[in-house]
């Protein structure tokens, strides 16, 4: 069963979004622009973000888009576009033995379902879970990660400084 009857609305955004986020995922690898890559990303990205709103999860929803779609994409591009990389369809750029990953990744998602399997067998999310408010969520992720917040930040500037200095023609 795909789940009660009542989630039938739900159901039906999560395998829509969702084939979205497979579309999405899989222009990431196999455009050749680099940048069309980026962009294909921000699509899973922002996807992420949909299958949190219908899980209710409004804040991890949001701090998915101002993180990752707002700051790591940016830096992304950014860091593309400031290192002299060639930005156009290139096809020097894939590998010619690239059909091998073909069957790595079947292995890798086959390990990924058995351990998933054998982890979780047929346990069921509990029905009675307490409710959660954003600001516990917000406490918890902020409280003690606070200065790794920060010390990323300064991370993701001094990456930012390092891509002008690069790209800068002397």
Do not use: C
Not at 114 to 135: H, K, R, S, Y
């Amino acid at each position: 069963m795909i789940a009660a009857d009542l989630l039938v609305a739900q159901n039906i955004g999560f395998y829509l979004i969702a084939a979205i986020m497979v579309f999405g995922a899989f222009s990431v690898v196999t455009t050749r622009n680099v940048v069309h890559a980026a962009l294909w990303l921000v699509v899973v990205l922002a996807g992420a973000a949909a299958q949190y709103i219908l899980l209710a999860a409004e804040f991890v929803a949001v701090t998915q888009v101002l993180v990752y779609i707002g700051a790591v994409m940016v830096l992304f591009l950014f860091g593309t576009m400031l290192t002299r990389a060639r930005i156009g369809t290139d096809s020097e750029l894939n590998n010619k033995n690239w059909f091998m990953g073909i069957p790595v990744a079947v292995l890798l998602l086959a390990t990924l379902i058995i351990a998933l399997n054998d982890g979780f067998g047929d346990e069921q999310l509990p029905t009675d879970a307490p409710v959660v408010t954003t600001q516990q969520v917000s406490d918890q992720i902020f409280g003690p990660y606070l200065l790794p917040f920060w010390a990323l930040s300064f991370v993701l500037l001094a990456a930012t400084i390092g891509a002008i200095v690069l790209a800068r023609r002397d």
